[in-house]
């Protein structure tokens, strides 16, 4: 038990004079919360700037992207032409096989 009171009594005796060897006064203070806000502010601005610029980058390659495909159309595979319409054949009527008789006979 007196080992451990031999190595704690001067590691806690450093700390202290470790933690008191700096004087923190209230405008130092007030300097690091003013660094604290504006490094916040400076990130929130960057992220914004960020965003806004992949967002007009998205536009951009968007408009880009559908001009081509208008030039283009995309469309690779050609569609078959449409085929010539065949001439209407020509019917050879056939001769009446069947005669038919008048209704109403003249007389001669």
């Known amino acids: 038990m007196k080992l451990h009171f031999r190595y ?5 005796f450093i700390l202290l004079l470790i933690g008191c060897k700096k004087k923190v006064t ?6 690091s919360a003013v660094e ?8 929130d ?6 965003a806004k610029a992949l967002e007009n980058a998205l536009k951009y390659v968007d408009s880009v992207l559908l001009a081509t495909s208008l030039e283009t159309k995309l469309d690779t595979i050609s569609k078959p ?4 319409k065949p001439p209407k054949p020509e ?8 005669v038919v008789d008048p209704i109403i006979k003249k007389e001669e």
Do not use: A, E, G, H
């Not at 209230?26 to 300097?31: E, G, K, R, T, V």
């Open 91 to 98: 019917f050879k009527p056939r001769p009446d096989s069947v």
């Open 8 to 12: 704690i009594i001067p590691i806690i």
């Open 81 to 84: 032409v449409k085929p010539v």
């Open 26 to 31: 209230q405008q130092s203070l007030i300097n």
């Open 36 to 43: 604290l806000k504006l490094d916040q502010w400076r990130n």
């Open 45 to 50: 601005q960057l992220k914004t700037c960020k």
